[in-house]
């Protein structure tokens, strides 16, 4: 079984190579488990597409910033929605039911929000908080979502400004983003892995094994790759904050 994978520890970069190394092994191996294909085809194709995202954004660093913005907008519209879940399961009278008018009109707008593409997400978002804000207020302050609703508002704020600064540079918004790529990656990354992990219990043989192994193996070294980038940037920004502090006092 090909052990369990959290891809949004990967960075963009590090996810590029992560794909890259398992389509290499999983290419090696592919008539050992032919129902594999079309998914390996996939995986390819948007691996391309997200490829073709991150030269952009190297290229334009108007890109990489309109990027950023674009991940905020995404989380703090999780943070609202994840709010409203949390909210409908309390006793407290009134919330659970303000909780679920919120739910409700999340729905209406689009729960997988972050699926979207830019220009549909910004449309979406924009009639979401406008409805939140017009109509169901009470509800949102009840639930305690007003600070969370406002952080939404400005995170769309943000991404418009920085979505329009790109146009203006590229005078091209059709291409997708760094964002916008990254999930159906993954997707199809799960979905290949899945394929691969049934074939083992399906039709057990040395092939799969090996290959199971092997993309283990991958996951191992790469989960440490990226867990050891992140130890390096903790312990650098602590230096930082002291260097800082000490120059202050």
């Given at each position: 079984?090909?052990?369990?994978?959290?891809?949004?520890l990967f960075?963009?970069?590090?996810?590029?190579s992560?794909?890259?190394?398992?389509?290499i092994?999983?290419?090696?191996?592919?008539?050992t488990?032919?129902?594999?294909?079309?998914?390996?085809?996939?995986t390819?194709?948007r691996?391309e597409?997200?490829?073709?995202?991150?030269?952009?954004e190297?290229?334009?660093?108007?890109?990489?910033?309109?990027?950023?913005?674009a991940?905020n907008?995404?989380?703090?519209f999780?943070?609202?929605?994840?709010q409203?879940e949390?909210?409908?399961?309390?006793?407290?009278?009134?919330?659970?039911e303000a909780?679920?008018?919120?739910?409700?009109?999340?729905?209406?707008?689009g729960?997988?929000?972050?699926?979207?593409g830019?220009?549909t997400r910004?449309t979406?978002?924009?009639?979401?908080?406008?409805?939140l804000k017009?109509?169901?207020?009470?509800?949102?302050?009840?639930?305690?979502?007003t600070?969370?609703?406002e952080?939404?508002?400005q995170?769309?704020a943000?991404?418009?400004?920085?979505?329009?600064?790109?146009?203006?540079?590229e005078n091209?918004n059709?291409?997708?983003t760094v964002?916008?790529t990254r999930?159906?990656l993954t997707?199809?990354l799960?979905?290949?892995f899945?394929?691969?992990?049934?074939?083992?219990?399906a039709?057990?043989?040395?092939?799969?094994s090996?290959l199971?192994?092997?993309?283990?193996?991958l996951?191992?070294?790469?989960?440490?790759?990226v867990?050891?980038s992140?130890t390096?940037?903790e312990?650098?920004?602590?230096?930082?904050?002291?260097?800082?502090?000490?120059?202050?006092?």
């Open positions: 079984m090909i052990q369990s994978t959290n891809f949004a960075p963009s970069e590090e996810l590029y992560f794909t890259k190394k398992s389509v092994l999983i290419d090696e191996k592919k008539t488990v032919s129902a594999v294909e079309p998914f390996l085809s996939i390819k194709t691996l597409e997200f490829k073709n995202a991150l030269d952009r190297a290229k334009n660093p108007l890109v990489k910033i309109r990027t950023q913005e991940t907008q995404i989380d703090a999780m943070a609202l929605r994840k409203a949390s909210a409908s399961t309390r006793k407290k009278a009134g919330v659970a909780a679920y008018v919120i739910i409700e009109v999340v729905r209406k707008y729960w997988i929000m972050q699926r979207l830019q220009k910004l979406q978002l924009e009639g979401l908080i406008t409805e017009t109509k169901y207020s009470a509800e949102v302050t009840a639930i305690g979502a600070e969370l609703l952080e939404l508002e995170a769309q943000d991404f418009l400004v920085a979505d329009t600064n790109v146009v203006r540079s091209n059709n291409d997708p964002t916008e999930q159906p997707d199809s799960k979905q290949m899945q394929i691969i992990s049934l074939q083992e219990v039709a057990p043989s040395a092939s799969v090996a199971i192994a092997s993309l283990n193996e996951i191992t070294t790469s989960l440490a790759t867990k050891a992140d390096r940037a312990n650098k920004k602590k230096t930082d904050d002291s260097k800082t502090a000490t120059t202050t006092n």
